[in-house]
């Protein structure tokens, strides 16, 4: 019996980060409760992503990889869209932060590869 291949986790990791941006941005639009109905997709958009994630977890993408690619591009979208659908302003500071937050995913991704390299080598 040959094993079935193992499905990506990357297609539900975007999809869970989408998730969560949306709810984030909901929640910014619901005023509090102002807006009672923005909280609608704000319950559905967490509860879908973290659903997500626990799939992707499943599909073997180790825990501090994939908390740390769907919260850091969280923030870095999270940021900017707020920046565009709520005018609030991106200081330098901020600028240079997301940047350093682009880094770290980066290096943390890196970091996992080289690990599962060097894993494979000494078996």
């Known amino acids: 019996m040959t094993e079935r291949p193992r499905r990506s986790a990357w297609p539900p990791l975007l999809i869970a980060i989408v998730l969560e941006v949306s709810a984030t941005l909901s929640l910014r639009a619901a005023e509090g409760f102002a807006h009672p109905l923005w909280l609608i997709p704000?319950?559905?958009g967490y509860t879908g992503s973290l659903w997500l994630l626990s799939i992707v977890l499943d599909r073997g993408m180790p825990v501090g990889v994939a908390y740390g690619i769907w919260s850091a591009i969280g923030v870095v979208l999270t940021a900017i869209m707020g920046a565009v659908l709520f005018g609030e302003l991106l200081g330098t500071v901020q600028i240079i932060g997301i940047g350093a937050?682009?880094?770290g995913v980066l290096l943390v991704e890196l970091?996992?590869?080289?690990?599962?390299?060097s894993t494979e080598v000494a078996s």
Request: hydrophobic content about 55%.
């Open 42 to 44: 704000v319950v559905i």
């Open 101 to 103: 937050i682009v880094v």
């Open 111 to 117: 970091g996992s590869h080289a690990r599962e390299t």
